[in-house]
């Protein structure tokens, strides 16, 4: 028996903000009540947010072949937004979502007092810094424009990158994951970095000498670490892998804790090692 699944992307505007509000599939939150309904037929359907790629393509092939049999039909809903999965979830519009990593999921909370827990790490996207204009770092020339994300979880995470590679040096002391343009210390090349929405950062490439960007944006342009990467970062001991999150209240729901154990299964794995042999997605598992 086969289970309809919903799968829409949103966008920014505010009429997506609008469409989250899912009161007319029934959800309804911004309580300490589970809006995750009961079980039908054997099956409880889960809202997950997602972003496109590869977090939706991971939760589809969840859906399609390993939901049924765990007594799960998914609805994926795709946000190209960072912002807005989190406020989602905590409003109960959302079951769960997944897309973010622990230095932004800890910001959201402690920012807007989200009452959200996290599971354990699924994969992880390398960052990379990417270049329309030229081949490798150490071509990058002095004076040269660099963009990084406007978040601050990010905006660090593509410092430290740079600062790995010796191209700059942060500050004795700064957080290495909070850090800031105003945490460069040393700039021998006096590169000007410049900052974007995670989602424009491919669309900069043509305007900046180069841009550090996210493993799923990239993904979505058609670049990735292992052919288009000028500099890749380190998956070893790295605190960026992803997961999925849900709302305290729903910590130990049984439907909840199902679906973390399918996105653990060696299936998950395999699927993820098949589907991203140039190392652009890997387990973190």
């Known amino acids: 028996m086969s289970h309809p699944r919903t799968h829409r992307a949103l966008s920014v505007s505010a009429a997506a903000v609008a469409a989250l509000a899912l009161t007319s599939c029934g959800l309804a939150g911004g309580d300490d009540e589970s809006t995750i309904p009961e079980a039908e037929d054997g099956i409880t359907t889960l809202t997950v947010g997602a972003s496109p790629a590869p977090h939706a393509a991971i939760l589809e092939f969840v859906d399609e072949n390993l939901a049924e049999e765990a007594g799960l039909d998914l609805e994926i809903e795709e946000f190209d937004d960072y912002q807005i999965p989190n406020e989602a979830l905590n409003d109960g519009d959302l079951h769960a979502n997944y897309f973010q990593h622990q230095p932004w999921f800890d910001n959201e909370v402690e920012e807007n007092g989200y009452d959200l827990v996290h599971f354990e790490d699924v994969h992880i996207e390398p960052f990379a810094l990417y270049s329309s204009q030229i081949d490798d770092a150490e071509d990058l020339p002095d004076g040269a424009t660099i963009a990084l994300n406007n978040d601050p979880s990010n905006q660090a995470r593509g410092l430290v ?9 942060l500050a004795e002391g700064a957080d290495a994951e909070s850090a800031t343009f105003n945490d460069v210390e040393d700039n021998p090349q006096d590169f000007e970095f410049v900052e974007a929405d995670a989602s424009a950062l ?9 841009a550090v960007i996210n493993g799923n944006y990239a993904m979505e342009a058609g670049l990735t670490p292992a052919e288009d990467g000028l500099l890749v970062e380190s998956p070893q001991d790295n605190p960026y892998a992803n997961f999925l999150a849900a709302r305290s209240v729903d910590e130990e729901h049984e439907a909840i804790e199902t679906l973390d154990e399918l996105l653990h299964s060696d299936e998950v794995r395999e699927y993820i090692e098949e589907t991203w042999q140039d190392e652009e997605v890997l387990p973190a598992f």
């Open 202 to 210: 491919t669309r900069t490439l043509d305007d900046v000498d180069a």
């Open 161 to 169: 990158l740079l600062q790995e590679a010796g191209l700059i040096t």
